[in-house]
């Protein structure tokens, strides 16, 4: 990294939890289908151990001890089969586009911050926004108490610009108010000793002040 320029990626949707739960989430769906499935249809899941001989055999037993019903049962599983299915593929899409991922650029030898992050695809798939150096005001972090604090809280870093705003380095869009950009993805898994360590330094790059509350003072 040069000593002028800083550039921390973000993950946005393509975190390891993400991952994890959009995995949860279809091979519980596809479960849940087969079952209501298999209810519907009178057959067995149990494939492991079926041989070509004496298969309608080893179905009518499987039917016969089979212990849900169609109606209502099987058509509840098939409903939340499909509701989880397609949720989860709607979570892997997001992963495969990498909503949110991107990274914020500091470039002080040209005066001015970028921020970009991949959209939806279409128009918005890019979303590049410039800064004028200039119109740093500061760095804040801002701390969300969860239903258990400390432990399931957020931590949010903004960056917080003053006046004129330019999505492309040659436009120009004035703002007559304060505002202040997210720098890190909500429920972003830092911790306040990392948010207080990136927080500094990058006010410290900035040389902005940095208003930040220790979690313990809520």
Known sequence: MQKDIRRYSISGARRLS????????????????????????????LILGLRPSGLESQA?????ALPLQFFPQGLVMIFYGFL?????????????????????????????????????????????????WEDILGIRVEFQKGFVPLRNSQYTLFLQIRGNVKRTKGDLDGYPKTYQIPLTHIGEPLTFE????????LAKFLQVSLNMQHPESY
């Open 84 to 132: 989880g299915f397609f949720l989860s593929l709607y979570l892997g899409l997001t992963l495969f586009w990498g909503l949110g991922s991107g990274f914020n650029e500091f470039n002080k030898r040209e005066a001015y911050v970028r921020i970009f992050r991949w959209g939806f695809p279409g128009q918005t798939r890019r979303i590049n926004f410039y800064y004028p």
């Open 18 to 45: 993400n991952f994890w739960w959009t995995s949860i989430l279809f091979l519980g769906s596809s479960g849940f289908l087969l079952t209501g499935l298999a209810c519907y249809f009178q057959k067995s899941l």
């Open 60 to 64: 009518s037993l499987a039917a016969s």
């Open 194 to 201: 990392e948010m207080e360590k990136q927080a500094s330094a």
